[in-house]
């Protein structure tokens, strides 16, 4: 397997505890895989955990009271009252508890005693460490590579990436190998089965969410939405659904017929009406200036099957960098590109796959997607998004979601993330949310819930 990066192991961690699997179980754990690795290493008798006050240090203590029938003792880059976690604390006062040999690290020369020691249990920093390491965190990976003694380090180097890092003997890396690691790697498994990566979860929104404090008007996704027609309320959806996923600016546009009705379900909105009563090649010179403005298309709600309407989608598509493509936009002879959302009869219709209703396999999307270089997001009872090398599933949502519109939300959810994140997260944290948001609406609404309802619960399920 690839190497995942510290985003996505904090997205994996956050996922677990959303999945019941508690960070306390996944730390005790990791702390039993070092300590085994450290058995297989100990040349003496005498070891020394130096922890940091994040989880990285929880995992030394972990492994510190596993390794007890060692002479062990732990150093603590500071006080123990700074602990950081729960987790971490949780540890350190079972140890205290214990009798352990327990230091406070203050200044350097408290480090000065691991040259007494056999092997050293680097837990200092895990991932993500950035800049310059200074202070006390400073003098321990400084003390740590003079000691020259045997070092076993707790996920990763501490440090590394930084301007000084642990050189361990070995590094005892949990779950997955993580990337950019030197030297030998121990890969260990702490409990994380499969389905916590294949499943999204809030850990997923994580990595699509957020926003810079300096940020100003735009910078934080401007959608454009091109539908309606034949419909009027399917774009309306759409962009307001954009909206409530954090999209700064949403422009529509749709048939004139049908754009006034559009700019009346909310004074956010901003439309540009069309030439005609359906989209034609009539329009590209305004579409093609509206798109220089808006981060990604999402194309397809309502526009209907005018032979016009998809001659223009032919060439309005290939000049989109980002493009969601939702109901009217998935037709044959539609070029594909960006991120598709279809349910099972609208994949089967644009992959001219032949295959009987229910039996879309994994392996038949991943192939599909990989050949045609798109991602999809195939909405079903578990909703599945791939992009040809990585398939995942969403499980939220709700037979209440049958309801129209519930997709056109989808849709747009996607386009907002998709304007400042790559296709796979996008649509991967989309289907989280509006499945969520689903699922609240109907604890309120039951089966008797509208699109709207959905897109109402659209903050609280990006809260969840």
Not at 95 to 123: C, H, K, M, P, Q
Not at 249 to 278: F, K, M, Q
Not at 281 to 300: E, F, K, M, Q, S
Not at 395 to 419: E, K, R, W
Request: with cysteine; aromatic share 4%; net charge negative.
């Amino acid at each position: 397997m690839r190497p995942i990066s510290p985003d996505e192991m904090r997205a994996v961690d956050a996922n677990c505890a959303y999945f019941g699997l508690a960070p306390l179980q996944l730390m005790e754990n990791a702390g039993a895989a070092l300590a085994k690795e450290v058995r297989k290493r100990a040349q003496g008798r005498k070891i020394a955990v130096v922890a940091g006050r994040g989880n990285n240090g929880g995992d030394g203590l972990v492994a510190a009271r596993h390794l007890a029938e060692f002479d062990v003792a732990v150093f603590l880059i500071g006080r123990s009252r700074e602990i950081a976690t729960e987790e971490a604390r949780w540890n350190w006062e079972i140890l205290a508890r214990l009798g352990f040999d327990l230091r406070e690290v203050r200044d350097s020369t408290d480090l000065e005693a691991l040259s007494n020691y056999d092997l050293i249990l680097d837990a200092v920093f895990g991932t993500g460490v950035k800049g310059a390491v200074r202070g006390l965190e400073a003098d321990a990976i400084d003390a740590i590579n003079a000691s020259n003694k045997p070092v076993v380090s707790v996920d990763v180097p501490s440090g590394i990436g930084t301007d000084r890092s642990v050189d361990p003997a070995v590094t005892v890396t949990f779950h997955r190998l993580k990337e950019g690691i030197p030297g030998e790697v121990v890969v260990a498994g702490i409990g994380i089965p499969h389905q916590a990566e294949f499943f999204a979860g809030p850990g997923d929104l994580g990595l699509v969410v957020g926003r810079a404090a300096e940020s100003h008007k735009g910078q934080n996704g401007r959608v454009l939405v091109i539908g309606g027609g034949p419909y009027t309320g399917a774009p309306a959806l759409s962009a307001m659904a954009a909206f409530r996923a954090g999209a700064d600016l949403v422009t529509v546009a749709a048939p004139e017929n049908v754009s006034g009705a559009i700019a009346g379900y909310s004074p956010n909105l901003i439309v540009r009406p069309l030439s005609d009563d359906h989209l034609s090649p009539d329009d590209l010179d305004l579409i093609r200036g509206l798109l220089p403005h808006h981060d990604v298309v999402v194309v397809g709600m309502g526009l209907g099957r005018h032979p016009a309407t998809r001659e223009a989608l032919a060439k309005i598509i290939p000049e989109c960098e980002r493009v969601v493509l939702d109901a009217d936009a998935l037709l044959p002879g539609i070029p594909l590109k960006g991120i598709i959302t279809p349910h099972e009869s609208e994949f089967r219709r644009v992959s001219s796959i032949k295959l009987p209703p229910g039996r879309v396999q994994r392996e038949t999307l991943m192939t599909f997607a990989r050949d045609m270089k798109i991602t999809v997001l195939l909405k079903g009872e578990v909703d599945l998004i791939t992009d040809g090398d990585v398939i995942r599933g969403n499980a939220t949502g709700n037979p209440g979601m049958t309801v129209g519109g519930t997709g056109d939300v989808l849709a747009g959810i996607t386009g907002a993330f998709y304007s400042r994140a790559s296709p796979l997260r996008a649509a991967v944290a989309a289907a989280f949310v509006n499945g969520t948001a689903g699922d609240l609406a109907c604890q309120e609404k039951g089966y008797s819930l509208l699109a709207t309802d959905v897109i109402e619960n659209i903050p609280a399920a990006m809260n969840f």
